[in-house]
T-cell receptor, first 114, second 111 residues
Framework: DGGITQSPKYLFRKEGQNVTLSCEQN?????MYWYRQDPGQGLRLIYY???????QKGDIAEGYSVSREKKESFPLTVTSAQKNPTAFYLC?????????????FGPGTRLTVL | DAKTTQPPSMDCAEGRAANLPCNHS???????VYWYRQIHSQGPQYIIH???NNETNEMASLIITEDRKSSTLILPHATLRDTAVYYC????????????FGKGTTLSVSS
């Protein structure tokens, strides 16, 4: 079935370590997004990519990095520069054109930094 | 900041219609109204969107006022599985425009 996969579902890391979150989609979507969600809050945009080898910063890009080498994949690295990395991370994708904001979301990765 | 205002919570009896309001008084002419919902600890799910006409699909109906400053999402026959946080978002439909998710409305459906 077509969809977005994120792995792992739960991730634990020690403070000061970089960690990479995986996001893969087989929907043939051009655009992909990373959001962060804190308890009781809405989603905040970290990075988005409209096409392979191109990406733009969202509202809270500091301390994060991304790459888009393949259409299907948009990994997010949480670096040690991110002051408060513990959060729920959501990846999404969409097709270009008029349905660009009908975003399909993955199940999320819950990152806990100890 | 989110461009929309929603009540933090609402209750609805199972089988009844759930009407979720949203104010978006600063919406611009080329911005759409989108609705998503998020069931606990899952990724959000797209529900419906519209520009100025009312819209209906298999999940819900969207009623947008004539001045476009507010809208209402209608779930015609709410079920327990409709318990979720519902987000009302305004945004363009061009590639690269980012959606801003606020805190949404927590809808609790009870039997």
């Amino acid at each position: 079935d077509g969809g977005i996969t994120q792995s792992p579902k739960y991730l634990f890391r020690k403070e000061g370590q970089n960690v990479t979150l995986s996001c893969e989609q087989n929907l043939n979507h051009d655009a992909m997004y990373w959001y962060r969600q804190d308890p009781g809050q809405g989603l905040r945009l970290i990075y988005y990519s409209q096409i392979v080898n191109d990406f733009q910063k969202g509202d809270i890009a500091e301390g994060y990095s991304v790459s888009r080498e393949k259409k299907e994949s948009f990994p997010l690295t949480v670096t040690s520069a991110q002051k408060n990395p513990t959060a729920f991370y959501l990846c999404a994708s969409s097709t270009p054109g008029q349905r660009v904001n009908e975003q399909f979301f993955g199940p999320g990765t819950r990152l806990t930094v100890l | 900041d989110a461009k929309t205002t929603q009540p933090p919570s609402m209750d609805c009896a199972e089988g009844r219609a759930a009407n979720l309001p949203c104010n978006h008084s600063t919406i611009s002419g080329n911005e759409y109204v989108y609705w998503y919902r998020q069931i606990h600890s899952q990724g959000p799910q797209y529900i419906i969107h519209g520009l100025k006409n009312n819209e209906t699909n298999e999940m819900a109906s969207l009623i947008i006022t004539e001045d476009r400053k507010s809208s209402t999402l209608i779930l015609p026959h709410a079920t327990l599985r409709d318990t979720a946080v519902y987000y009302c978002i305004v945004g363009g439909n061009q590639a690269g425009t980012a959606l801003i998710f606020g805190k949404g409305t927590t809808l609790s459906v009870s039997s």
